[in-house]
């Protein structure tokens, strides 16, 4: 499992101090770059050789509300890695209090908009965070 932390700023909320829940998607989004970035896989590098990752689909289920100030916990997890396609289970914590459980799928595809499978190298990188 994979976790990154992101403090909530003033532009991240309401006006009741409550998290627009448009920027809980920015949340999951970074702590996917993150794990990703972490790995060792090179999104650059891909993309000049003409692939990119894309998000496909994202189930969000909003438990609580997170606040001005507080501290979110974004845990992602490695799951089922098909071909061209990649599910994350993702969960957004602050503290013991669970905000948000999402699952996300990304695909894999060309830069010209075409599913493509995952390169080796991008594969075990991929499965070596489930070995972490």
């Not at 990154?4 to 101090?17: K, L, N, V």
């Not at 003409?50 to 501290?71: H, I, K, N, Q």
């Not at 060309?110 to 972490?132: K, Q």
Request: proline share 2%; hydrophobic share 45%.
């Amino acid at each position: 499992m994979h976790v990154s932390e992101y403090r909530i700023y003033y532009e991240d909320t309401d006006m009741a101090g409550i998290v627009y829940y448009a920027n809980y998607l920015k949340y999951l989004e970074r702590a996917r770059s993150d794990l990703v970035r972490e790995a060792g896989i090179d999104q650059l590098r891909m993309r000049a050789h003409g692939l990119v990752f894309a998000v496909a689909r994202v189930e969000v289920t909003f438990r609580a509300p997170a606040r001005f100030g507080e501290l979110v916990q974004v845990r992602t997890r490695l799951g089922r890695i098909g071909g061209a396609t990649l599910a994350l289970p993702q969960q957004i914590r602050v503290g013991e209090r669970s905000v948000v459980d999402a699952l996300t799928r990304v695909i894999c595809m060309t830069t010209e908009g075409r599913a493509a499978r995952f390169p080796a190298e991008v594969r075990a990188a991929l499965a070596a965070i489930d070995a972490d």
